[in-house]
């Protein structure tokens, strides 16, 4: 097993799914600091890591200066959208390697910009209602079959997702999403509703090589926000079909 003592890995996922992650790179003698502005209640990850220090994501300058103060070697972003960009800038400024482009994060990351990217490449995508807000009421309603899903279009982890089946749905949880989203941008959608599956691709050199397929089974916790995954059963009964 190669081992990599001495070496130093930044976390800003201090999330409990990271925790395997913080275990796993002390066993190869890594040195772990995990970073943000969450306590150990929120970011249990903490109490598991060689270092805990209390930092701002958005505070680039800041995160430069702990990584040179620690001697940090690269960074592990963890599973939340909004801290790709943080990851792609912080590679560039401490000149590490980076398994993308931050043009590409912010397409996976934005709701909008991926849907435009799927259009421009002919991959099937949900119909999209273009309503706009007048300040009091949605207008446009009238041309809306449902249910729809409505969701903030730069937002993450299903913060701002709801499914909407009456009219009254859409004009309050509309609302919920704008306030959500950094930007004040929404997207109302057709609500979908099918078999659930997940797709990996593996990336390199170039090439692009279908991993694994899965089926995704979910949990309709609530009649409004998004559903939840409970269960991915390898491989998924529609892989040959895929």
Known sequence: MERFDGKALIFLDGSAVAIPAVERAKELGIITIVANYYDELRSPAKTHADIALKADFTDLDGLVKICKEYKVNGMFQGWTDSHLSVYADLCERMGWPCYGTKEQFEICANKDLFKQTCIRYGVPVAKEYDLHFDGAHLVGTENVTLPVIVKPTDSSGSRGVYVCRTIDELEEN?????????????????????????????????NIYLSAMCDRYVDYHDRIGAPMPVCLIHPSQYLSEF
């Open 174 to 206: 509309y609302r919920k999403a704008w306030d959500i989203s950094p930007s004040h941008s929404v997207a109302i959608e057709d609500y979908l509703v099918g078999q659930h599956v997940n797709i990996y691709y593996t990336f390199s050199k170039g």
